[in-house]
């Protein structure tokens, strides 16, 4: 019999220490493999790194059957099934990747028993001859990993997903655990209701990672803070570098290179076999950094990445918290750090406008991107905020945060928003006029620049009424403004700064604004507390 397979008796921890030579389960691991493989549903919320997969592939060993599992990182499955296999796993995986008489083999395999772990690509499931195949086949159970994938309105919708709540009819004794690590209430209520899983025992894990300390600072010269950050933090350290854009991954990961740093990049436009070379080579290899776009790092299982470092703004907190969750998976003390600028909100904002989608759809994109603005601008903690976001309570101070260990200072803003909002007032009314907010700082600082004279920007009342902030203030405020939702960027593709309702409000006096003070330069972090 293969190595794996159960002895008739064997409890869970047995298995677990036998098959794959861990002492103990963690957190809530013991009780979801007992709910699931008694046969119930269950709803598993665990953070990235908590150790989800045990909860499905143990329950898979001690049950009769093979245990399917519907996860859309097809790019993962060869590494997955390899891995297992080295513990005396017998697993497999259909996809489309694969040669039709290689997926003959597997169908075989699943028919005759000989197969305890499948994983399944989610449009798999949509095929009726895959679904006659698994009518066909013994089955352990199935669970469906990234299972926030299912929300509509959710960061990382995958149409796929839908069908798989069909599978609570057409296999209605067969138990199903749904694993995430991004839940929101309203992404948890989307999974229950569209996988059909009310009867589900849910399994809520803290979202806390009290290793990794948060920090978020303004953007000036992203790489030069970029280069700081590794060389005075992390020299030689594993990291992960996240750029919005092909093209700044390459550029970034040049200038690493050239500055002495051993950096790589990944984006999807690279060559499969590049792609797949570098890969290995960051989860090999030591102290190497990834410079990437989010298409890297799902299902990535490397313990000691330390920092997790982003040079343009995230979508949303719940792919932040996704993101920066994989560092410090070892549990040591790692760092997510996050370089924010004005035209990161512009441009998002931009992207939000143009983007094709219903109403709802872009009001759904606008609600994550201020959701994430907020926490760039908070001057509370930033562990708190982002529990607080994931529907946990925290504690006010975490101690490990750039906010905790060095309190931004606050700003009345209000009248700096006042002469910021009146000049935008002004130059709304001179029809045709579009300006962005590097003019709009230009005249409130009083400069004699070509654009101010021929457009007689000097002739405003609000001209060089804003000396007491420097130029780099100006850019924070007006930044904050606009996460604030106190300023709008136009949708003519210039960033055309306008108002908002409100702030009407500020503009009469009705309304205080309150910022936080920007740093000239950005403050130096204070050392790391050991976890
Ligand atoms: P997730 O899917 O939640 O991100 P994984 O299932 O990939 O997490 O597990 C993360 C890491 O923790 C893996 O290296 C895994 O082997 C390890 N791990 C999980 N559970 C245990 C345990 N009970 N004891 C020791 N290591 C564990
Ligand atoms: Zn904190």
């Known amino acids: 019999p293969p190595r794996a397979a159960v002895a008739a008796g064997e409890s869970a921890v047995a298995v677990l220490q036998r098959v794959w030579g861990y002492e103990a389960f963690r957190g809530e691991q013991q009780a979801i493999i007992e709910q699931v493989a008694a046969g119930g549903d269950a709803l598993v919320l665990m953070p ?99 299972a926030h994938c299912v929300s509509q309105w959710g960061h990382d919708f995958r149409p796929d997903y839908l069908q798989l709540g069909a599978i609570a009819q057409r296999w209605p004794g067969i138990p199903r655990i749904a694993l995430t690590a991004t839940a929101t209430a309203a992404t948890r209520d989307e999974i229950v209701e569209r996988l059909h899983l009310e009867d ?65 990049p990944y984006h999807a436009g690279l060559d499969a076999g590049v792609r797949a070379r570098n890969q290995a080579r960051f989860l090999r290899e030591d102290g190497l950094v990834m410079v990437a776009t989010i298409a890297f790092g799902m299902g990535i299982d490397k313990p000691d990445v330390r920092f997790v470092a982003h040079l343009d703004l995230p979508k949303s907190v719940e792919g932040y918290y996704q993101e920066t969750g994989r560092a410090g998976r070892d549990g040591l003390p790692s760092t997510a750090w996050l370089a924010y600028g004005l035209q990161d909100v512009v441009q998002q904002r931009r992207m939000i406008d143009q983007s094709e989608g219903t109403p709802q759809y872009k009001r759904s994109l606008s609600a994550h991107l201020d959701a994430m603005l907020a926490l760039c601008e908070t001057v509370q903690c930033r562990r708190g905020q982002l529990l607080r976001y994931f529907g946990e309570d925290a504690p006010a101070r975490c101690g490990n945060c750039d906010t905790c260990l060095n309190p ?105 604004v309150h910022l936080r003070r920007e740093a000239a330069r950005p403050a130096k972090a204070a050392k790391r507390k050991a976890a």
């Open 200 to 264: 589900a025992r849910r399994f809520v894990s803290s979202f806390d990672r009290p290793n990794i300390q948060y920090r978020i600072e303004g953007k000036a010269e992203p790489r030069a803070q970029l280069l700081r950050l590794i060389r005075q933090e992390h020299p030689g350290e594993a990291g992960i570098v996240y750029c919005l854009s092909r093209k700044s991954v390459e550029q970034t990961a040049e200038y690493l290179v050239k500055q002495g740093v051993a950096a790589l």
């Open 408 to 512: 931004p200072e606050r700003l009345d803003g209000t009248v700096p928003a006042q002469k910021l909002l009146s000049t935008v007032y002004r130059l709304q009314s001179e029809r045709g006029q579009r300006f962005g907010a590097g003019q709009l700082v230009d005249i409130l600082l009083g400069k004699e620049t070509e654009r101010i004279r021929s457009n007689r920007h000097d002739q405003l009342s609000t001209y060089g009424i804003g000396t007491e902030l420097a130029e780099a203030e100006w850019r924070g405020v007006v930044r904050q403004l606009l996460a604030q939702g106190l300023l709008a960027v136009s949708s003519d593709g210039y960033g055309t700064l306008g108002l908002t309702e409100a702030s009407r409000g500020v503009l009469v006096g009705e309304r205080e």
């Open 48 to 146: 990235t790194g908590g150790g989800k997969s045990l909860c499905y592939q143990v329950p898979a060993l001690l049950r009769e059957g093979t245990g399917v599992v519907v996860s859309p990182l097809i790019a993962l499955m060869q590494d997955q099934v390899d891995a297992l296999e080295a513990l005396g796993v017998r697993a497999a995986f259909l996809n489309s990747t694969q040669a039709p008489d290689e997926r003959r083999r597997v169908e075989q395999a699943l028919l005759d028993g000989e197969i305890d772990l499948l994983y399944l690509a989610p449009e798999r499931m949509g095929v009726p001859a895959t679904q006659q195949l698994l009518d066909r086949a013994a089955i352990a159970l199935f669970a469906i990993d990234e």
